[in-house]
């Protein structure tokens, strides 16, 4: 399951997660290969990234790039690099305090994201 390219790592169960990796694909232009962690076995996950479990994907999203994993905030902050009209403002996402920011939103989503 290695791959060269990026890896999305999302729940699959989700209707709110799934909308937002079709936006992802079709604004990334293939360049992110995303994949549901259900659909996956614990080696085909450890294959991706030796880090990667189950437990470890459910309700946040892993992304693996040249070898690093970013979760959730993290994750988003990386995918926005890989989309040709958004990576002009990816740098705002380093700003002081916008990772707080950007994690509690994470938060809020996860807890809220059935409901969406």
């Known amino acids: ?25 079709e604004k990334t232009k293939d360049k992110v290969v995303i994949v549901s962690y259900h659909s996956l076995s614990k080696i085909e996950l450890e294959s991706i990234h030796k880090q990667l479990s189950k437990e470890l994907c459910v309700g946040e999203v892993q992304f693996i790039t040249e070898g690093n994993r970013y979760p959730g ?11 040709d009209k958004y990576k002009y403002f990816a740098f705002l996402l380093y ?5 707080f920011f950007g994690m509690a939103t994470m938060y809020l989503l996860k807890r809220l994201r059935t409901k969406l």
């Open 95 to 99: 700003l002081p305090l916008v990772p």
């Open 73 to 83: 905030f993290f994750a988003v902050r990386q995918i926005l690099w890989k989309m």
């Open 1 to 25: 399951m290695q791959n060269q390219n990026s890896i999305l790592v999302y729940d699959g169960n989700c209707d709110f997660c799934t909308r937002l990796a079709k936006s992802i694909r």
